[in-house]
């Protein structure tokens, strides 16, 4: 399965983007499928995870702190798809993000990633 991270851009802060995160197969059996981002001279860090992806709908979600009530993660099972809606942005949010579909075994495969640069 190959992902195909898209939806990056250049934002004012307090401005709004959704990413999007299309894999090429089905992910309905795969343990759950998330957004990172790396910072300038940072470490890789979480964003936001949705687990239950065989379900028809809903899924468990899990944020960082810093993001929680500013960002939205989502899943649409039909387009293979997961979605980061990103609001109220700010200028720490400024890094390269990356999705990310993890197996229940050693299966973890990461898209290519996409830069998001919010200016103050």
């Not at 993001?67 to 039909?78: E, H, M, P």
């Amino acid at each position: 399965v190959q992902l195909q991270a898209s939806g990056g851009g250049l934002v004012q802060a307090g401005g709004s983007l959704r990413l999007s995160c299309a894999a090429s197969g089905s992910i309905s059996n795969r343990r759950y499928m998330g957004w990172f981002r790396q910072a300038p001279g940072k470490q890789r860090e979480l964003v936001a995870t949705i687990t239950n992806l065989g379900s028809a709908s809903g899924g468990s979600t899990n944020y960082a702190d810093s993001v929680k009530g500013r960002f939205t993660i989502s899943r649409d099972n039909a387009k293979n798809t997961v979605y980061l809606q990103m609001g109220s942005l700010k200028p720490e949010d400024t890094a390269v993000y990356f999705c990310r579909l993890r197996g229940w075994d050693t299966y973890d495969n990461w898209g290519q990633g996409t830069q998001v640069t919010v200016s103050s």
